[in-house]
């Protein structure tokens, strides 16, 4: 039981991947999740004082930075809650890893996305494919949206291995 927070935020994370890449839409309620967890489970794991205000200071400054992306159009919403919800989880000493990964994870999905995007425009249809023309024309037309929820999962993830949970609980 002391050990269910390393597996909470990770499994939330894959979660809003998982959404974000189904619908392009990152829940409000797995947001709030997120966050609302964070409470409970370092109360439970007797997080001392000190590593808990560094969380708080983490989560507030990535809920800004995820609003100035908001803001300018380079995130969606969901986007910079999910951002400022796992940064609670990280605490202000591990927010550049987190970022870092995320930024990286996400420059990698951008060039998928866009890939797929160019692959889908050249897309003929012919002979047994006709009955999904519909489908494809819809897909050639639609703008390259990245769900960015997977860069997010994926650079929480790579950095979650060096954050307190990991190294003062396990």
Same mark, same amino acid.
């Given at each position: 039981m002391h050990n269910l927070p390393v597996y909470i935020l990770p499994t939330l994370l894959i979660a809003a991947a998982l959404g974000d890449v189904m619908s392009?839409?990152?829940p409000n309620w797995l947001t709030l999740l997120t966050a609302a967890l964070f409470f409970?489970?370092?109360?439970l794991t007797g997080m001392p004082l000190m590593e808990f205000e560094s969380h708080l200071i983490a989560g507030a400054l990535l809920f800004l930075i995820g609003?100035?992306?908001?803001a300018f159009g380079i995130f969606g919403?969901?986007?910079g809650k999910l951002m400022a919800a796992a940064g609670l989880w990280f605490g202000v000493s591990?927010?550049?890893p987190f970022l870092f990964y995320t930024a990286f994870a996400g420059g990698a999905l951008a060039v998928v996305v866009i890939a797929w995007s160019l692959f889908m425009m050249s897309w003929e249809i012919e002979g047994d494919a006709a009955p999904f023309a519909g489908l494809a024309r819809k897909l050639r037309?639609?703008?390259p949206s990245v769900p960015? $929820?997977?860069a997010l *999962?994926? $650079?929480?993830?790579? *950095?979650?291995k060096d954050t307190w949970w990991m190294n003062g609980l396990v």
């Open positions: 392009l839409r990152i409970p489970a370092a109360l609003y100035l992306l908001f919403g969901g986007d591990k927010i550049i037309t639609m703008a960015y $929820g997977v *999962a994926v $650079g929480g993830i790579l *950095a979650f």
